[in-house]
Nanobody, 128 residues
């Protein structure tokens, strides 16, 4: 079992920055690929934001955040971060951290169904 806890959400003006962090505990989590998803309204589908492979050597981003967001991980600290710059009102959402069992050294995924564990989420609100 892997437990994930997100932090770092909050209220920020458009153009500002936030850094989300996800702390993992439980099984050796360096065997997991990690991802960030967001949900803009209750009942709406979770939208892929970014993903990173087990050692941080491979990353992928949704087109809507590419060039503005950066995902990173520190396996020694059991954390994965999402640095969000140039935030826009449309980035407002609850952001979720997720972990999935790696199929290979380079494995990442944009698909929520491929993730095995999820955090509770952290709210990010961007005002115009």
């Amino acid at each position: 079992q892997v437990q994930l806890v997100e932090s770092g959400g909050g209220l920020v003006q458009a153009g500002g920055s936030l850094r989300l962090s996800c702390a993992a505990s439980g099984r050796p989590w360096n065997r997991y690929f990690m991802g960030w998803f967001r949900q803009q309204a209750p009942g709406k589908e979770r939208e892929f934001v970014s993903t990173i492979n087990w050692n941080g050597g491979r990353t992928d981003y949704a087109d809507s955040v590419k060039g503005r967001f950066t995902i990173s991980r520190d396996n020694a600290k059991n954390t994965v971060d999402l640095q969000m710059n140039s935030l826009k009102p449309e980035d407002t959402a609850v952001y979720f951290c997720a972990a999935g069992q790696s199929r290979s050294y380079v494995y990442t995924s944009r698909t929520a169904e491929e993730y095995d564990y999820w955090g509770q989420g952290t709210q990010v609100t961007v005002s115009s």
